[in-house]
């Protein structure tokens, strides 16, 4: 498969959502300007901008940079379907 051909799952654009609507949270809790916050993790406002709109997609080293700028912890988790079942069950 060609990778311009790729089509995201629903379930990558909702993990991307959720990152960026944290990641403005966090921002704003901070009380840091776009502009502030591409300087403390040394990248550009323009990716701050499409984090926050969940349209970037960026690594982990960017991730835990901005987590560690906006004083939060970064979580990466390989859950399996069996576990997600039985936490979706037991709510």
């Known amino acids: 498969m060609r990778y311009a051909k790729f089509r995201e799952l629903p ?3 909702r993990i991307h959502q959720r ?3 944290s ?11 776009k502009k502030a916050l591409a300087a403390m ?5 323009p ?3 499409r984090m926050e ?3 970037a997609r960026p690594t982990i080293k ?5 987590a560690r700028v906006l004083g939060a912890r970064l979580e990466v988790r390989l859950v399996s379907k069996e ?3 039985r936490k979706r069950q037991s709510r």
């Open 83 to 85: 576990e997600r079942a």
């Open 19 to 21: 990152l960026a609507k």
């Open 11 to 13: 379930e990558l654009v």
């Open 47 to 49: 990716l701050v901008v």
């Open 23 to 33: 990641f403005g949270i966090l921002r704003r809790r901070r009380g840091l300007s």
């Open 62 to 66: 960017t991730l835990h940079r901005a």
């Open 41 to 45: 993790m040394q990248t550009s406002r």
């Open 53 to 55: 709109q969940g349209k």
